[in-house]
């Protein structure tokens, strides 16, 4: 499924800060919904040594929620999902990041 141009480009930017911490991208994107800086930095410090680098891609959509697939290098996917400002589409007003579930394991065990 085709991720729309802003959700895409905000998905790319959390990608990029799990990478590495860039200040600008939180500043941008990330800092008027989450103004704990320092919690924001150490949370993807922490994905940052768990999974590494990241890229969007792909998205599902389920019911009302759109979820973008970020893969890692070093195994396993993060899930995304974002709800953006109705007037300033390039921040954030709330987001998951969450491990995909592993593929081939019933949850039902």
Same mark, same amino acid.
């Not at 860039?22 to 410090?45: G, L, M, N, T």
């Given at each position: ?10 998905? %790319? ?32 410090? +922490?994905?940052?040594?768990?999974? +590494? ?22 195994? +396993? ?10 007037? %300033? ?21």
């Amino acid at each position: 499924m085709p991720i729309p141009k802003d959700e895409r480009a905000v998905a %790319d930017a959390i990608a990029k800060l799990i990478g590495a911490w860039d200040e600008a991208v939180y500043k941008k994107h990330i800092a008027r919904a989450f103004p704990e800086r320092d919690q924001v930095a150490d949370f993807y410090q +922490g994905l940052r040594a768990k999974y +590494g680098t990241c890229a969007v891609t792909s998205a599902e959509h389920a019911a009302f929620e759109r979820t973008i697939l970020l893969a890692c290098e070093r195994g +396993g996917e993060l899930r995304l999902s974002l709800t953006l400002d109705d007037q %300033d589409r390039a921040v954030i007003r709330s987001y998951k990041l969450r491990p995909a579930p592993a593929a081939g394991i019933c949850p039902l065990r």
